[in-house]
């Protein structure tokens, strides 16, 4: 067994060494990855873009990356309506952090009130919220997400709705498992017999307890939904065009997948890269604050 | 309360209960864990030993390296957080310290086996208690048959006077009752006949007269098998109850070991002493119990020098300056050693606490 | 156990009543099929004599309730969009295909999932641990669809070792079965990985390891079938998840399940068929939560039911 | 372990899975490929799935085309009608009755018996039905008065109105009259035909599996004694474009059909593109919309009702560079969109009046709107955008636009609607644009074109209405003349190029994309909108 | 017990129902958790419940404390039934009766702070103070309980086990409570924490004047806590004495067993150890007659399973016992 032994400090480590070795723990690369792609992007689209998203050259078609040899100030090539990549990529990011987090706000509060309503109550608004999370989980969300789209157009408020109408399911089910376990806390007893009103035992003892679970949970959700669009965008029923949402992008322009590869790689890269990196920021902070959480 | 107080008696049961050779002995053992603030000395030189059919206890309140100890011992230690760092457990002369891991598999269970703090939770939900008697038989004793496996899982669970041991064996943990499980864990724990089983806070979670069938099983299954037991525990009650010889840790270190006798009577490191009188008293009302102020500093806070100087009240300067050395031989007995300072003094002891 | 059966069952029957309501008026949101399914040049003559022929110039309660009737029954009507077919067997049709694929999908992302959440626990912040999950994380961070054309491009066109589409042979499965199954991995992968940490963490996985046994043996025989109660909890969602996954995969994929169908009876407001699918779904999904909140109290009897 | 490690990692799994399709090997040279007998074909999954041809519209007749054929055949070289089934015919009474003489000898697939006019006539009768959603039902049903069967082998259908069009009518051009077996159909009804499709066709129907393909194969007692190069024909529904270009270079499809710019890829791959030959029988794009009439139920007040409006709005689009740079230049100008040089009716004036009216000139535009009183922004224009079949530029194009626009300060949403959702609108003249694909009918088609898009009394009265063409039209229907008829519709045709009724975009022809090692060549004239036909001039490469 | 007791609990039941396992068969099974209790506490006293986990001790704190509705019975605190109170006469009754719970990990909201959590009996029951005024008094019952008020912005998971049962005791003291509910306060806690913790309880109920109603398992903590002890098994207290008189001279056949399976303070003392057989029988279907017959190693006959004992006091006054030895 060769491995190096340990050997007891002599200085014992003072409050700064334990905060660096907290923050040299974070993991620090998909923070930059999420930053560079989706939040600065997002805040100063309009001065990192350098073109128009919306509108292009059509002469301009297809051109393939400034480095590959594609006109200048295109650096990743432009797409079929002749319309810089790069620019759109800046300006969907700032589509996919919208879809993404009013999606999740709405529904994540919605699912948070009827979680804890169901978890504090339970009895019969138990049962009326279970009934609902299990109707609207057993409804296949495509065949809604289709059928709305249809009848009300594809827009981007359609496309918030539906993530938080799925959403909701999810965070009502956990917010619930989590109130029906901490329910059961002796400080939440205490507050009970201190005589606190069950909005304030809901809103001030439980809820804050439940902020853990609630961060791992959208950190993993953020990177479905952006896929959800995509996938959605795919059977024609996403964002609509000409805005530049990642998942559109991708899906447009997987025909171009040999001719103008350009098109959908990099966008699918950004995808990936905030997916991968919110999943693995998700895992970091569930390992860190929750590890037995039962729940995706 | 029908109390007797007659030491005869606990000499003559001492006695009867055949204590041998030395089979284990732990010579300066050290298990540090890493942690954010730093490595730490979970186990801080503990040395002790303990002989054949003799029920050693180790006793100290959370945090001061019990559990480690026992860990370490079975080479258990959560790694790669946690690693023994220094000394020797010798098993029969074997130090468990060199053996690699595949060496150490043959040890564990054969040589010592362990019984966990709550025999509720310790046996596996999905199998049959059967299967997981079984399963330690087959590893010991090789392949057999299904037939003479059944026979000597029956043939245990007879040992550990469990009624009608042909149904239990198919039972799962969750269909018995507690007591049976407690006899099914103490069946798991002698199948390989071992030279010592470590009980980690057997009873901790246990009602009084569920304790009090538990210790006694303990006690026969020791008189049956002249086991040692090692004896881990927070409650000095046990340790009056069930201890033939006691090591009282602090901070990861022993501050006193010697008999039980010799402990409770003369009490002589200054920790020990205020523990025994902190205690409330089922036999005596006590007016008012001894109170040790203030808690165990962290690994990462402790400064030099004694580390239960800035609670103790016999504290003098040269406390906060070294760690004492463990001096022996008091109370008259070899064997009772504690590590204080004041100890040098001879003829000095901490004074009696009138309750 | 025999109530909480009735409850459950109750219960799972009041949500498809709900679900029928919903679905019923879900089909009709999006306006006349006529639209859709007549030529643009139809006349108002023609449209009409086709929503006579269709029923569909009733109240909408009663042809709600001539719905209810029916579906019990499993009659959802002739499809409108393929006249002649009854749109309950249409489905079903398409739906066996679409389950061959969910349950090998199923099947493969179970597998992978195990397997690297058991190591990933197991060799907790290894770097198994970190690839591991990197696997398993990146079949949710494409979208099927791009994974799908990507895989037909490096083993169809490419490599030339698997079908590039289509149903038939055990290689049509791998692709589709792969992508729709990749998405879930990591989702049961965290399942098992915390079910591991628990089992890992239990006493008595460490008293498996004071009596000798060896790691493997710990970690598959003791902790594993602990681990595996958790997932089994979620294969209700799973089937959600995976539906969604399906239709574009089926898609790119041109396997002949419900994909393609969901899709073209949606656009073309095939009533019966968009509601036959949705009540096969949900009482599919209805039926697996169901079966397994029996089968999660079989298997693990010390549930309490309150 | 190092973060480096980590990130590399990373990057290379992401290539992995993002750009393996790059490094797309292309074609395998095919290694002497055997001979292939069976063609395998991919196209997108039609709407109806089903043998009931009288069910649905053209979107669905690519799959009959082998099995069926019509009373008469559209020539692939001129586009003229060529005697099929029906050896020869005539027109009496003002084109209100159409003599069919039958051929004699011609067999039903699977032993269904010879072809009579009883046959003939039973199609039609499918083709009126309740259920019938046929394109021209409407035609069938209610301009049809009687069909006679004079013999065996002479049919007589009698029209209400003059049938300007029957050369259209009875051949693939514009009908939907594909012959089927009334011996079969008695067997079962619609149980019969949906077990399998009897026709007389150079192929017969082997099986359909639901929702993956069709197969078809050789019929050997063709009454032509036709032996087509592909004994078989298999059709695999795969609605992914990426998916049919990933068959076609893996040798999983000989035939397929790809959106231009899919096709440009396919061919750098060494596939190869084979177009339809007429010219005057494809696609004609076109940018219109019920608003754009000066009577109806919508406010004339919008910009849209100012003739001026939609001359700057057609003189903004530069036509030139959509041909070329999102159409390869595989498209024709439409002059005059309904009329077509190669018809009766046409005025050479048009063609050379073209650039005048719909020619690219942003600042004449903008001059227009701002003489018109509009400042930029004023005027604010909601497209809706559909999924045509078998249109997949028309996306591109509907994107493009409100570049064009935009630069002379016209504003523009683009709305994403399903046809389902748009027919309500646009039968309340409620839709403000739209890019649509239409379609020429190749003979004599122009007057019917009047009828249905340009009037308030045809089927399609969503186009254009119009005081003049109104009367006009009428004037048409009552004459019998076909001269004074002619002269008629090129004054309305004078009248709708001068009031910019669409922006026309251009016609198109069809295409289907090859692998060059199966098929040498193939001279289709492109009849259908969706898909191909004539099947068995398909010729194998050796 | 002339004087008006405290707090007094009168014929207190509580049933559980319980689902039948039977399939269409309806459900009248009933978990007995308490079976009829009577007791008295007095102001300024300590009451002992003792017990073994599932003898209904923890439930008849939960109706005490108002967090359960009783079967039947009654509860009174200062002469009012604390289960039909409304608005301020309720809010009186939290601020006069408050509990310290066992777990200090589980029992201090983790994301409050000390103040906040201190606090929040005031801010929720005294309405009238200002913020700066319960401030002071968190300040004042912080030093009580001997914490440094300065720590008060601190979270719970900053202080070690016996600095946030303080916290707890000073959360359960700052409205001047008239009784405290103790539910095992000390299991938890270290030995050397223990001592601390039971004689800060002690130094308070000096200076508060505070009665206690101690719910503990172990003996010594009890013999050292309480003025009266009733001892309970399955729902009933089956003896109630003053503390003294009880471990002196215990009665009840289930006393004196409790009482041999304590451990000793001193390897030298050895009892005659009376070990129960079997388990304590589910309360789902408690046994007939007097409830300990099934365990009772010095049954009397038939008339155990058939008759419940009445409450006696066959040796001392105010020592009862229910236990048909003690009956003829």
Redesign the interface.
Known sequence: MKKKPMVLDEQPKSKAAVVWSVVRELPIVPILIILIVLIIPTIFAELLAPHNPYSGSLRLRLQPPSFLGGPEGYLLGTDHQGRDILSRMIYGARISSAVAASGILIGGSLGIVFGLMAGYFRGWIDAVVSRLVDITLSIPIILIAIAVATAAGASLGVLVGLVAYYLWGVYTRQTRAETLKWAESQFVKRAQVVGCSKLRIMFKHLLPNMVNTIIVLITLQVGFVIVFEASLSFVGVGVPPPNPAWGLMVSEGRMFVVSAWWVPLFPGMAIMLTVLSFNMLGDWLRDKLDPKLRQV | ???????A??QEQEQGKRIGKIVLEVKDLKT?V?T??????AVDGVSFYVKQGETFGIVG??GGGKSMTAKSI?R?EPKPAA?I?GGEILLDGVDLTKLS?KQM??????E???I???PM???????TVGNQIG??LR??EGKMDKKTLKAKIIELLKKVNVAAPEKRISD?P?EM???MKQRA?GA?AIS?SPKIIIADEPTTSL???????YL?LLREIQEKSGVSIIFIT????????MCDRVAVLYSGRIVEQGT??AL?KNPSHPYTH???N??????K??D??????G?PTPA???KKGCYFANRCEYAVDRCFEAYPPTFDGLSGTEGHLADCWRLEDKTWKPKPYLA | MGKYILKRLGQAIFTLFAMSIIVFFLARLSGDPADTLLPAEATQEHRDRMMALWGLDRPTHIQYFLFVGNAVRGDFGESLRLPGRDAFNLVMVRMSKTAELALVAMLFAILLALVIGVFSAVYKNSPLDFFGKLIAILGQSLPHFWIGIVLIWIFAVNLRILPTSGYGTWKHFVMPAIVVGWFQVAALMRLVRSAMFEALDSEYVQLARVKGVSPMKVIWKHCFRNALIPPLTYAGIMLGYLVVGSITTEIVFSWPGVGVLVLQSVLARDYAVVQAISIVFGTIIIAVNFLVDILYAFIDPRIRYH | MSKKLKVVSIAALAVMLLAAPLTAGGRAEAEAAPEVDRLLVSMPSPPLDTNRIWASGWANFAQFEPVLETLLETDPVTGQALPRLATSWERNDNDREWVFHLRQGVQFHHGYGELTAADVKHTWELLKRDDSGVNQATVWRSQVKEVEIVDDYTIVFRFHYPMTFGEALFSRAGGELYVMSKDHWDTGQERAVDDKLVGTGVYQYVERVDGQSLLVEHFENHWSNETPDFTEIMFNWVDDETTILARLLSGEAHLGQLSRDVARSAENQGLRVIAATQENMQRIIMFGGASFADQGVAEPSDAIYNRNVRLALSLAVDLDELHEFVYDGRIAHSYNTGWHPNREVWNPEWEERFDEYYGYDPERAKQLLADEGYEPGDIHLTIYQMNWPAQPEARVVVEALPTYWNEIGVRTTIEPVDFGTFIPQWQQMNTRGMITPSRNFPIRPTEQYIRDQLTHDGALTFFYTDNFIEEKYAELEAELDVDRRNALSLEIGDHAFEQIPYIPLGMTYSEVVVDPDVIADWVWPGLNPYGPSHWYLLERAQ | METEALLSVTGLKKYFPVRSKMLFKKSTTVVKAVDGLTFTVQSGETLALVGESGCGKSTTANVILGLEKPTEGTVFLEGKNVHELTGQENRTYRRNMQAVFQDPWSSLNPRMKVQEIVGEPLVVNHKEMSSSEVLEKVKQVLTDVGLDPSLMGRYPHEFSGGQRQRIAVAAALVSDPKIIILDEPVSALDVSIRAQIMNMFRDIQDKYHVSYLLIAHDLGTTRYMADKIAVMYLGNIVEYAETEELFEHPLHPYTEALFSAALPSDPDIERDEIILTGEIPSPINPPSGCPFHTRCPKKVGDICEREYPEPGEPTAPGHLVSCHIYRK
Do not use: C
Not at chain 2, 121 to 127: A, I, Q
């Open positions: 309360m029908d109390v007797k107080q007659d030491p008696v606990q540090y890493r954010k603030r730093g490595v730490i000395p309140e959370s079975l258990m690693s760092e891991e598999r043959k040890i564990r269970g054969r010592i086996s362990m966990f703090q709550d939770t310790s046996l596996n939900p999905v199998f399963e330690g590893i010991y799962y969750h009752s507690g007591g864990v798991i390989s009602d009084l007269t569920i304790q009090a069938q006694r927070h409650d000095f009650g046990i340790v009056a109850k039980v006798r409770f205020a523990l025994i902190s205690v409330p008293k089922v036999e009302r006590v008012r119990l001894y109170s040790i102020p808690q990462w806070e402790r």
